[in-house]
């Protein structure tokens, strides 16, 4: 009894992340979990589509790519520019992939080359989207141990969202209508951006110092001395 009080009475001590940072966390789980949902639906629609096994792989493994491609040089991109409109880029870029999706397959006009064309254009921005999140936490909380209790959290929503609660609920979605996992994903993106826009702060790496520059005014000031010297 007396470690359990412990643990409540340092859970109370700690203070709060603060809102900037609850931001980035509901961005980050309404993000992971629209991974996690159409990394279920999109080979659960290829099947509809298509018998051939090498196709239907192909759709279910096209999103992971782009991280063995673009990994090192989302990285370096990523600390050269804005973080804040990095996210809300990649968040309204995957929307539109979504909602364009949906409207294809509610139309009856989804393909594979679709699908496949769709995931990797959505694992582009998963990926700029969760080293983003990752970059803003030394802007959104201070101190160390806030920042390694913000890098739980970060890491526990993307686990959670993209491996154990999202492709569960895709496949429920899918069941239940063929469109509705990709409306539903969509709108968790458009939630994301929603958060991540309403950030407030400077979340771009500080330009380099410029080289100082040497004046030359005094070297000309010795020359006059020199020569009025006898």
């Known amino acids: 009894m007396n470690v359990i009080s412990k643990d409540k009475k340092d859970k109370q001590a700690q203070p709060g992340l603060g809102s900037s940072f609850n931001k980035v966390w509901v961005a980050a789980i309404a ?10 639906a999109l080979p659960l629609l290829a099947i509809q589509l298509t018998t051939d ?3 239907i792989g192909a759709v279910g493994a096209i999103g992971t790519l782009p991280w063995f491609l673009l990994g090192l040089p989302a990285g370096a991109l990523v600390d050269r520019w ?4 990095v996210m809300l880029r990649a ?12 409207l294809a397959v509610l139309t009856d006009h989804a393909n594979i080359t679709l699908l496949i064309a769709a995931g990797f254009a959505l694992g582009c921005g998963d990926i700029f989207f969760d080293i983003s999140a990752q970059a803003v936490l030394p802007v959104v909380v201070t ?20 491996q154990l609660a999202g492709p569960p609920i895709g496949g429920v979605l899918f069941s239940l209508s063929h469109s509705l996992p990709f409306l539903g994903n969509a709108l968790s993106f458009l939630i994301s951006a929603l958060c991540v826009n309403s950030l407030k702060g400077n ?13 030359t005014m ?13």
């Open 31 to 40: 993000s992971s979990w629209g991974d996690g949902v159409q990394m279920a």
């Open 53 to 55: 096994p090498l196709l």
């Open 82 to 85: 804005d973080r804040r409109k």
């Open 91 to 102: 968040d309204l870029v995957r929307f539109t992939i979504l909602a364009l999706l949906t």
């Open 143 to 162: 101190g160390d141990q806030a920042l390694i209790r913000a890098n739980s959290r970060i890491s526990a929503a993307q686990i959670n969202g993209e």
């Open 203 to 215: 979340f771009a790496n500080p330009p380099p110092p410029q080289p100082h520059q040497q004046n």
């Open 218 to 230: 005094p070297q000309k000031h010795t020359k006059k001395q020199k020569k009025n010297t006898p």
